[in-house]
């Protein structure tokens, strides 16, 4: 068979028409050890492994030569660039040709790919800026205000931009959850500090209407403590003398007040 029919990627169902009838293809049928399709698998592996390991030598010199293959590129512009490196001038041109196709494939789906992200970004900003548009807005009342603009009609189905603007209701509605949750969070918190401010303030009347009933009998134990001192003498005991008042004494009875049976005690005459 001639070199080049298979190479990586090739599939059977390809490749099989061409030899089906070959008298060494149908020997090896029925024989023991490896079968024809075994055989095939392993020469495909071995293509796609050494087709993989120029590859990544390609795209090494790319990126230190900083250069970039697109769809616009001449494949005589990627070529010279390879054959300034040795790691990459050694690789045959067939090789190398199906490289460069697949880098271009590559880029082409890159660029497909970033195009169909921006437009649904595009329709996405214009519904997301539009004041019209609610968390309870349904897709009837909003699509007649978009069906003219440049955004809607970048997309190619109803079903894409039905998704789309279901996306953004989904996000306003996150949003006014988050915004109640924030407002409850904020209202518990004031409730809870005003409770332990009013708590503050009840045990400090408490402690202060304590401190007030509680002052003038310490003032009083102070005054009688005061009081037994100044009354106290050297001994350590009450002086009698010091604490009888004169004034609660009785007084001396004079004759008038004599009972009867009471003695008259003479009265002693003082010369003149």
Same mark, same amino acid.
């Given at each position: 068979?001639?070199?080049?029919?298979?190479?990586?990627? &090739?599939?059977? !169902?390809?490749?099989?028409?061409?030899?089906?009838?070959?008298?060494?293809?149908?020997?090896?049928?029925?024989? $023991?050890?490896?079968?024809? =399709?075994?055989?095939?698998?392993?020469?495909?592996?071995?293509?796609?492994?050494?087709?993989?390991?120029?590859?990544?030598?390609?795209?090494?010199?790319?990126?230190?030569?900083?250069?970039?293959?697109?769809?616009?590129?001449?494949?005589?512009?990627?070529?010279?660039?390879? $054959?300034?490196?040795?790691? #990459?001038?050694?690789?045959?041109?067939? =090789? =190398?040709?199906?490289?460069?196709?697949?880098?271009?494939?590559?880029?082409? %789906?890159?660029?497909?790919?970033?195009?169909? !992200?921006?437009?649904?970004?595009?329709?996405?900003?214009?519904?997301?800026?539009?004041?019209?548009? &609610?968390?309870?807005? #349904?897709?009837?009342?909003?699509?007649?205000?978009?069906?003219?603009?440049?955004?809607? !009609?970048?997309?190619?189905?109803?079903?894409?931009?039905?998704?789309?603007?279901?996306?953004?209701?989904?996000?306003?509605?996150?949003? %006014?959850?988050?915004?109640?949750?924030?407002?409850? $969070?904020?209202?518990?918190?004031?409730?809870?500090?005003?409770?332990?401010?009013?708590?503050?303030?009840?045990?400090?009347?408490?402690?202060?209407?304590?401190?007030?009933?509680?002052?003038?009998?310490?003032?009083?134990?102070?005054?009688?403590? %005061?009081?037994?001192?100044?009354?106290?003498?050297?001994?350590?005991?009450?002086?009698?003398?010091?604490?009888?008042?004169?004034?609660?004494?009785?007084?001396?009875?004079?004759?008038?007040?004599?009972?009867?049976?009471?003695?008259?005690?003479?009265?002693?005459?003082?010369?003149?």
């Amino acid at each position: 068979m001639k070199e080049g029919i298979i190479i990586e990627g &090739t599939k059977w !169902k390809e490749i099989i028409p061409l030899f089906k009838d070959d008298e060494r293809f149908l020997k090896l049928i029925g024989q $023991s050890g490896s079968c024809p =399709l075994e055989l095939f698998w392993d020469v495909v592996e071995a293509l796609e492994i050494d087709f993989r390991l120029k590859r990544d030598y390609v795209l090494d010199v790319l990126e230190e030569k900083r250069y970039e293959v697109s769809e616009s590129t001449p494949y005589q512009d990627f070529k010279s660039l390879m $054959s300034t490196d040795q790691r #990459t001038s050694v690789i045959p041109n067939d =090789l =190398l040709n199906r490289i460069f196709e697949n880098l271009v494939t590559k880029s082409r %789906r890159h660029a497909s790919s970033r195009q169909s !992200k921006k437009k649904p970004d595009a329709f996405r900003s214009l519904l997301r800026h539009m004041s019209e548009v &609610t968390y309870d807005s #349904t897709w009837d009342e909003i699509r007649p205000l978009v069906v003219s603009k440049e955004e809607f !009609k970048a997309l190619e189905s109803e079903e894409e931009r039905l998704v789309v603007f279901e996306k953004v209701i989904r996000r306003l509605k996150e949003k %006014r959850d988050e915004e109640k949750r924030n407002r409850d $969070s904020n209202r518990r918190d004031r409730e809870e500090s005003t409770h332990r401010d009013g708590r503050h303030d009840s045990k400090s009347r408490r402690r202060y209407e304590d401190e007030e009933y509680s002052r003038p009998r310490s003032r009083e134990r102070t005054d009688q403590s %005061r009081d037994r001192d100044k009354y106290r003498d050297r001994s350590g005991s009450y002086s009698r003398r010091e604490d009888l008042n004169y004034d609660d004494r009785p007084k001396r009875r004079g004759e008038d007040d004599l009972r009867p049976g009471d003695r008259k005690v003479p009265r002693l005459c003082t010369m003149g």
